[in-house]
């Protein structure tokens, strides 16, 4: 049987997808199995998130993650069972290894679709080269980072993490929920502003979701009503956020932006919180579409899921950030905050290390909260304090085992217990802005798209519960899925109409017809009618990638009853720092354990481009 024969059954097995399959058919023939085995591989990998594929992983244990070893075993037979990839890639025409224009790349023992290799080409470059330091009176920054921050003798994180972003072209802030990112940033606008009198700084905020933008200007506008400004001060700060899309200027039913290297931004300073959420090739874009006076800050918590996307930009960077600053960093640093910061790092990396900064102290969650302890447990893999947490009896933790029919009857009792204040001001025909604000209270979060405990099967058994609480009312034609009260979730962007996906909106009957209402980043409200909308799904129930940049005062997480890749130890943690108040967990022991012994992998070759020597 031929390498395509072979191909054909793995895509009916739904081990790879046909565009890997059609890839891997232009780029070889019948006469090259090795390369076509190859491409196919790269592709479905791209399509699983990961920038590269090493050729150490070109082996039947390591591909279909362990699924169909049989039919693994075939292929590689098929191919030949190279022994020396290199060689085999490089005779071909789709491969090189150079600056050649060629649809795969080979550099070093990683490949790359062209296009990964360029994006990862120019985000090193941008984080490494082209971050240059800023000068400023060493004093006056002394002083305005007093002023704002205060002084102490114990290193206070958020007055260096200030301190790293005033001093360099590019620089990044990480922090868990509650560490002060906002809050930190808005001292350092505020610094900006005193520190450029005779220059009027242009600045910009953004974050990748329309939710993230309104978050972003919600929680900084109220950090920045706390500090003593003056009317012209306010007036020189930034009012609100807007999403990367619509900043690059995102043109309908086109890949293309309006903004881009031969028509950059007009900004001084950018602003991008949740970063971990920007993927590979938004990251290039972006940095393309910057002019090469500006300054970039970086927020987003490292330890947060990666995008969707392919890449984990905010990740990779933030490898280095316990690394310690080179010696001059270091002494710069002190004498900025009056604060010691650690030294360390070789000269190859201190370019990245010095412009990084980690938010260290909590201020959300105190020693009283589940919460924090749950968030902690997870993200070390503690499984054993995961237990200990539960049965403490923290009063804004709760945990349902999840085994029996019963026990997902009970869970399905509890949502609609969650939505139920929601929906009656739905009932009451309360003002738009009040209803989109109540259904932010409470959300159901899970991992998986489809099945009973995906978005589909979840969405489906909510809303038959919630008719017969007669909470909302279904249509008679199953033609149509629209009824009062019904939340909705964005998967598209449309920028003609300002909607982006993640955006959240919920359907409401008016004088005029039923609506659906947004939520803006100026905290007004939009209406659009149904027929309008791109792309979209129920909103129910969201998965926890699609909550991300999003908070609610009660989060309720739902692993499936068996365990699946896509549920990771970076996924629960994601899951449970979207709660302020409280957090309900529904899952089997047994799968909620191996979940947090279990890590995201993507694979790149940026933290092996930022440690290469100088």
């Given at each position: 049987m031929s390498l395509s024969q072979l191909l054909n059954q793995?895509?009916?097995?739904?081990?790879?997808s046909a565009l890997d399959m059609q890839f891997a058919m232009m780029v070889a023939t019948d006469e090259q199995p090795g390369v076509m085995l190859a491409a196919a591989l790269l592709s479905h990998d791209a399509g699983e998130g990961h920038v590269c594929l090493p050729l150490s992983r070109l082996r039947p244990d390591d591909i279909f993650a362990g699924r169909s070893p049989e039919l693994a075993a075939q292929l590689f037979a098929a191919a030949g069972e190279p022994q020396h990839w290199p060689s085999l890639l490089l005779a071909s025409y789709a491969v090189s290894d150079d600056d050649t224009a060629t649809p795969i790349k080979l550099i070093g023992e990683r490949l790359y679709l062209n296009r990964m290799w360029r994006n990862e080409q120019r985000v090193a470059d941008f984080f490494s080269t082209h971050n240059r330091p800023l000068i400023w009176d060493e004093n006056q920054v002394r002083s305005v980072l007093d002023r704002l921050f205060g002084v102490s003798e114990k290193t206070d994180w958020q007055k260096v993490a200030a301190a790293v972003a005033l001093t360099r072209r590019i620089s990044v802030i990480s922090g868990g929920p509650g560490t002060g990112k906002t809050t930190t940033v808005a001292k350092l606008l505020v610094a900006l502003v005193q520190l450029s009198v005779d220059k009027p700084l242009r600045i910009q905020l953004a974050a990748p979701t329309g939710k993230a933008a309104a978050r972003l200007s919600e929680s900084l506008g109220h950090s920045l009503g706390q500090l003593p400004l003056s009317d012209k001060q306010k007036a020189l700060l930034p009012g609100d956020a807007c999403t990367l899309h619509r900043l690059l200027g995102a043109q309908r039913q086109s890949q293309k932006f309006r903004y881009h290297?031969?028509?950059?931004?007009?900004?001084?300073?950018l602003v991008v919180d949740e970063a971990s959420m920007v993927d590979l090739p938004m990251m290039a874009r972006l940095i393309t579409a910057l002019p090469p006076h500006s300054q970039v800050i970086f927020l987003g918590d490292r330890d947060?899921?990666?995008?969707v996307e392919a890449g984990a930009v905010l990740g990779d960077i933030c490898q280095y950030v316990n690394e310690g600053y080179s010696a001059s960093r270091a002494e710069q640093l002190q004498r900025l905050t009056g604060n010691s910061v650690p030294v360390g790092g070789s000269l190859a990396e201190s370019a990245l290390q010095d412009c990084l900064c980690l938010l260290r102290t909590s201020y959300r969650f105190g020693d009283d909260s589940g919460i924090g302890k749950l968030a902690q447990a997870v993200n070390g893999s503690n499984a054993k304090q995961v237990d200990v947490v539960f049965a403490s009896g923290y009063e804004d933790v709760s945990y349902r085992i999840l085994?029996?029919?019963?026990d997902y009857a009970a869970m399905i009792d509890d949502v609609v217990a969650g939505y139920r204040d929601y929906l009656l001001l739905v009932k009451a025909k309360a003002p738009p802005a009040e209803i989109i604000k109540a259904f932010g209270r409470y959300q159901l979060l899970c991992a998986l798209r489809e099945g009973p405990f995906g978005v589909s099967g979840l969405n489906e058994r909510i809303e038959l519960a919630l008719a017969r609480e007669r909470l909302i009312y279904l249509p008679p034609?199953?033609?149509s899925r629209w009824y009062h009260g019904r939340p909705v979730m964005i998967a598209r962007n449309e920028a003609a109409l300002g909607l982006f996906n993640g955006d959240i909106g919920i359907a409401l009957q008016g004088d005029d017809g039923?609506?659906?209402?947004?939520?803006?980043?100026?905290?007004?409200?939009k209406s659009v009618q149904p027929s309008r909308l791109p792309q979209h799904d129920t909103a129910w129930v969201m998965t926890v990638h699609k909550s991300q940049g999003s908070e609610f005062d009660h989060a309720a997480l739902v692993l499936p009853n068996q365990f699946v890749p896509v549920v990771t130890r970076e996924l629960v943690y994601t899951a449970i720092t979207r709660a302020r108040k409280h957090l309900s967990l529904y899952a089997?022991?047994?799968?909620?354990r191996r979940a947090i012994m279990t890590g995201t992998e993507r694979r790149s070759g940026l933290t092996a481009m930022f440690s290469a020597p100088i």
């Open positions: 793995a895509v009916e097995l739904k081990l790879l290297a031969g028509n950059p931004l007009h900004l001084d300073v947060q899921l990666a995008s085994l029996e029919t019963e034609k199953a033609s039923l609506r659906v209402w947004f939520p803006m980043a100026d905290s007004s409200v089997d022991k047994q799968i909620l």
